[in-house]
């Protein structure tokens, strides 16, 4: 039953509780308890938000930004990857493959700003070999959910 909780409140965190249990067959009280757990467990690390930016008056610029990196010795990727995920302006880390180690995803205002963090305070860093950086143009589907376009079902629209 938890990977079905964890399914259901990944595509909408802000199911109701009832709701959930009457699509599950079972007692809030269960699933209330259920969820309780995981995320004491830090199964559930938190609730995320999805918003479309271009709908608001922000100007926000996402990149993402492959990293290759030396791994430190004993230490892996891990303690680079924990220097890159400490700055305020980064949003994600991964470890990934092929011909860069680690994708950094951040957000700036402008590209400038992006460019600059690139610059001053990661490729800086002395373990990084080189980066090479995308900016994300325009969002078509982000966390499952189709960006700009009115869904017919309110059930089926995803608030991850």
Not at 140 to 159: A, P, W
Request: aromatic share 8%.
């Amino acid at each position: 039953m938890r990977e079905q909780i964890l399914t259901f409140l990944e595509k909408n965190s802000k199911i109701d509780l009832q709701e959930l249990a009457i699509l599950l067959g079972s007692s809030e009280e269960v699933i209330a308890n259920e969820v309780a757990k995981m995320e004491q467990e830090q199964v559930i690390c938190g609730y995320h938000t999805l918003i479309d930016w271009e709908k608001t008056s922000s100007e926000k610029v996402t990149a993402l930004i492959e990293v290759r990196v030396t791994p430190q010795r004993g230490q892996g990727f891990d303690s680079i990857a924990e220097r890159i995920y400490n700055y305020p302006e980064v949003q994600s880390v991964y470890l990934i493959s092929g011909a860069y180690d680690l994708l950094v995803i951040l957000e700036g205002r402008t590209l400038r700003d992006v460019s600059a963090f690139v610059s001053d305070k990661l490729s800086t860093l002395d373990t990084v070999l080189s980066t090479a950086t995308h900016f994300i143009l325009k969002k078509y589907k982000d966390y499952g959910t189709i960006l700009g376009k009115k869904v017919k079902d309110e059930r089926m629209l995803v608030t991850p």
